[in-house]
């Protein structure tokens, strides 16, 4: 069916779930941005972040000289089915016709609904009521009968077999369904079976690898220092990211995760060598934030990583600021010479900015990230190897940083230009002009 010519030709009112942009999780506040910042270049007037908050409200996204408008409205899995952003309620309202639930009306409304599912948690994984809270949006927005997308993510694993059903049902009746690494396609593509559809469902990378970076606005005195060219050409700078969630509870993490190593002694041990046996400054970078006291804290891990050191070597490690943006902690990574982490997204905004970088990581879509960089090699797997392994890699790691900087510098602006293009993609292929002319 051909286009009539009243139809809009662009995508002018987006929905997003699954990502919200004032998150404790760095990592997934920059997927959040990532997609707001490439839509607003792309002139979308109407952006709806859908989050835990309450009703329907106006909000800005600051990325330094550039604000963007969005409006928020609450969507939260709950048994008070009589609250308006319970996603039951909006789920029933959206049959309704939308017309007295905020969040209802914006999807039936809007263009397009896009869906990242944190990025890593269509899954099953972490029980059956975050299922519900992951599958429930994208039932609705099939149901409301718009063009659902399935951003860059990844797929299971599935342990119960209704729970695939729902999942592969979902990713065949959706417009698009993008997998962020080989491993996810796979997973994608078992779920589709004799439905997969090369235009329809596709490969990408992570979507922070499109995230801008800004400079900070406050960054302390000693820090503004360490940065500056001269010093950072005299004194190399290196970034290191703690995962609150192994560190604050050692033994917790080995029993839920299956770890091999001693984090934190590895950790203590590493950074101590560095400080040992160079004259490098380090910076921890914090990228889940945690309250204090939460043991997903990475601040709070940090603090006590610090309070643990010599005091000679005290004047030669900063604490990041817990209050930076996604797009602030990455230019403060950019800085550094050479970046280890355990939090992945941390290890993103170090990749995409090319930084030579090791992950010392307890879980598999880590390496997915890195294999899509020709990177793999500096994946270092908690579960699998232990203390001394992990040591040794680390160290061997830094020793030839300048080497990886030279093979990132050939890969990664590829990289970061199929994150941009891959939204580009998304954009026109759901747009309402394009979506007329396939007569769906």
């Known amino acids: 069916m051909l286009s009539n010519m009243n139809t809009p030709s662009k995508l002018r009112n987006v929905c997003l779930f699954g990502a919200s942009p004032d998150t404790g999780n760095r990592g997934v506040t920059a997927l959040c941005h990532s997609v707001l910042w490439h839509l607003n270049s792309r002139d979308v007037e109407r952006l709806t972040v859908f989050d835990h908050g309450i009703g329907l409200r106006h909000d800005t ?11 928020r409205c609450g969507a939260v899995h709950s048994r008070r089915y009589y609250r308006a952003a319970c996603l039951w309620n909006i789920r029933v309202a959206t049959w309704a016709g939308g017309r007295f639930n905020p969040a209802a009306k914006a999807i039936r409304q809007a263009d397009a609904i896009l869906d990242v599912s944190a990025g890593d948690s269509f899954t099953d994984l972490y029980g059956q009521p975050r299922f519900q809270t992951i599958v429930l949006p994208k039932l609705i927005a099939l149901e409301a009968g718009r063009p659902l997308v399935l951003l860059p993510q990844t797929y299971g694993p599935f342990h119960s077999e209704q729970s695939r059903e729902t999942a592969s049902r979902i990713v065949r009746r959706a417009t ?13 593509k078992e779920l589709l079976g004799n439905q997969f559809d090369p235009l329809r469902h596709r490969c990408g990378v992570d979507m922070a690898f499109a995230l801008p970076t800004i400079m900070p606005g406050n960054l302390p005195a000693d820090q503004t220092n360490w940065f500056s060219p001269a010093e950072r050409n005299q004194r190399e700078v290196i970034g290191f990211n703690i995962s609150g969630l192994i560190y604050n509870q050692p033994e917790s993490a080995v029993k839920q995760f299956g770890l091999q190593a001693n984090y934190r002694d590895l950790v203590n041990t590493f950074l101590n060598w560095l400080l040992e046996t160079t004259n490098v400054r380090i910076v921890l970078i914090p990228h889940v934030m945690a309250p204090t006291g939460n043991p997903e804290s990475d601040y709070d891990a940090c603090r006590q990583v610090v309070s643990q050191l010599a005091a000679e070597f005290r004047d030669r490690v900063a604490i990041c600021s ?20 355990t939090r992945m997204h941390s290890t993103i905004a170090a990749l995409s900015s090319g930084v030579p970088t090791a992950s010392v990581s307890y879980s598999l879509k880590t390496r997915g990230v890195y294999e899509s960089c020709g990177h793999d090699h500096q994946v270092f797997e908690l579960r699998h190897l232990g203390n001394d392994q992990i040591l040794h890699s680390l160290q061997e790691s830094f020793l030839r940083r300048n080497e990886d900087r030279q093979l990132l510098s050939t890969r990664i602006p590829a990289v970061v230009q199929r994150a941009r293009q891959q939204l580009d993609d998304i954009v026109e292929f759901v747009s309402p002009a394009s979506v007329s002319r396939k007569g769906t």
């Open 61 to 71: 996204v600051d990325f330094g000289d550039r604000q963007i408008p969005i409006q």
């Open 322 to 341: 817990p209050d930076y943006s996604p797009s602030e902690l990455k230019w403060v990574i950019a800085q550094t010479k050479w970046f280890a982490g």
């Open 176 to 188: 698009m369904a993008w997998a962020r690494d080989t491993d996810g396609f796979i997973a994608l």
